[in-house]
């Protein structure tokens, strides 16, 4: 596991991974979105995606979990900023190969 895909968290962190990840049926009374927990929860989500390949290595979904976590990467590098980077997106599209999903997070006030 890479510095990029730890998960390191504090108790507030954790509580909005939790909310976020198991609890998302009900959304949260107020607020709690920063940059950071925003940035938490992906962290976790892709350090998640990375321990669970271990588990498909050698079988017929590999490739397909590659892909899966190559996206969860793109992402989990596209939350870092507040906003959308040209030049962060083009060079993720360029680095992309057949068969890859990119996916980027919209914040709510751009819908």
Request: with cysteine; net charge neutral.
């Amino acid at each position: 596991m890479t510095s990029s895909t730890a998960f390191v968290h504090t108790s507030q962190s954790l509580e909005y991974v939790v909310t976020h990840v198991f609890l998302p049926v009900h959304p949260p009374k107020n607020s709690d979105y920063t940059a950071k927990n925003n940035h938490v929860l992906a962290r976790a989500v892709c350090a998640a995606a990375h321990a669970y390949a271990k588990h498909v290595c050698g079988t017929s979904e590999h490739l397909q979990w590659l892909r899966v976590t190559k996206m969860l990467d793109n992402l989990q590098a596209s939350v870092q900023s507040e906003r959308l980077d040209s030049d962060h997106v083009i060079s993720q599209l360029r680095g992309m190969q057949a068969g890859g999903v990119y996916a980027h997070r919209l914040p709510i006030d751009s819908c």
